[in-house]
């Protein structure tokens, strides 16, 4: 009887805590959206199951490695906590990402239209509202924030998942489940946040505006620019390099024409068992002491807020430069500043179609979406220099 009772009381069920319960419902519902409605599946799912895993009582997925006094090992850590510790403590997981992400990109139609990196500048904007704003809440007691704190939930403004890790890794480890799954989120709701907000900013003529075709850029200009950008970030932000370094590496591997096998391996092979063991880490930080707080809560409407802010202002700051240049823009390219690479420049394809059939936006957004890759990171370095 007592082997019987000893028994149920080791089982996961009789140890499970509300808190526990609660998140492994979360990591469920991170699984549904990824599986049912499609919501970045690729992060989401393994997310999810982290989030599962690391709430399992007794399994020890989490657990440290214990040493004895002389220093050797008595028990073995468990599997996510040598995954965060290896990938995403160090860094490592979202620059090779980074790296991958640059092997997808083409500077094209940034470099055939150079204006459109004001876009990307302006949609940055976001972040650092949204840093005022945790502050804000911090002084009126009803958060509390530190300023490190308060600049890795503002990088969920720039709408790039990795980088939103890369930066809550070095600022703030306690709240990166949080910041990840926001960041993530709004990833995948571009397509919902977005329009209203394009809308209500432009009126029907402006989003009926046609743009001239985009001239040919030639491969020199495609391998010389990302060299000259990475050179000029690390010499005035060095803080910022490594994020722009692995992307410009891998661009540079895609557009050099020599090197297709690395190329292609940065693209998919790698970049997904990298997005793998990503997702798992992040999931890993979904444990009930560390989610199931007033901060989380606040983290997940800064970053909505944020979003918001950085899609407003790109496509204010679109308005504002037709007020002095000859050559129209239309408004609707200015919300894909924000860095969500491709949907953010989909969805400005998709408003514009509706406003006129004719006018096919997507590869003048892929303009303003790059930059807002290149800001993102840059805006990561500002805040890790300062902070870090």
């Given amino acids: 009887m007592d082997s019987v009772i000893q028994l149920l009381q080791d089982s996961g069920a009789y140890q499970l805590a509300g808190g526990q319960f609660v998140m492994i419902l979360i990591g469920l519902l991170l699984i549904y959206l990824a599986i049912s409605k499609g919501f970045e599946p690729l992060l989401l799912l393994p ?9 399992i009582p007794g399994a020890g997925f989490l657990a ?3 040493y004895d006094s002389a220093g050797h090992m008595d028990s073995p850590g468990g599997l996510l906590y040598y995954i965060y510790e290896a990938g995403i403590a160090t860094g490592i997981f979202p620059l090779i990402i980074f790296m991958g992400v640059g092997a997808m990109t083409d500077f094209g139609p940034l470099l055939a239209n150079p204006r459109t990196l004001f876009l990307g500048a302006a949609a ?7 840093v005022l704003g945790a502050l804000a809440l911090t002084s009126t007691g009803l958060m509390d924030f530190s300023l490190a704190d308060a600049a890795a939930i503002g990088i969920i403004g720039g709408a790039d998942g990795p980088t939103a890790i890369f930066v809550a890794s070095r600022l703030a480890p306690d709240l990166l489940g949080a910041i990840a799954v926001a960041a993530y989120s709004y990833m995948a709701l571009v397509p919902m946040i977005q329009p209203p907000i394009m809308k209500a900013l432009t009126t029907q003529k402006e989003r009926e505006i046609l743009m001239q075709q985009l001239r040919p850029v030639s491969q020199r200009e495609k391998i010389i620019f990302p060299l000259s950008l990475l050179v000029l970030v690390a010499l005035f932000l060095p803080t910022a390099a490594p994020l722009l370094g692995m992307f410009c590496f891998g661009n540079l591997m895609k557009e050099s024409g020599v090197v297709e096998r690395l190329s292609d391996t940065a693209q998919n092979a790698l970049i997904n068992i990298t997005t793998i063991f990503l997702g798992l880490g992040v999931g890993s ?3 009930s002491e560390d989610f199931l707080n007033v901060e ?3 983290i997940l409407l800064l970053g909505i807020v944020a979003f918001a802010i950085g899609t407003a202002t790109g496509i204010l700051m679109a308005k504002l430069m037709n007020k002095f240049g000859n050559i129209p823009i239309n408004p609707l390219i200015g919300a894909a500043g924000v860095s969500a ?3 953010a420049a989909r969805v400005a394809n998709k408003v514009g179609l509706e406003a006129n059939p004719q ?3 997507l590869m003048h957004a892929m303009g303003p979406n790059v930059a807002g890759v290149i800001g993102s990171a840059v805006a990561a370095g500002v805040m890790i220099s300062y902070l870090g």
């Fill in 285 to 287: 930080k979904l444990n």
């Fill in 359 to 361: 006018n096919f936006l």
């Fill in 341 to 343: 690479v491709p949907m």
């Fill in 47 to 55: 997310i999810g199951m982290g989030a599962i895993l690391v709430n």
């Fill in 124 to 130: 940055q904007f976001g972040i650092f509202t949204t």
């Fill in 64 to 66: 440290e490695p214990i």
């Fill in 296 to 298: 989380t809560l606040g």
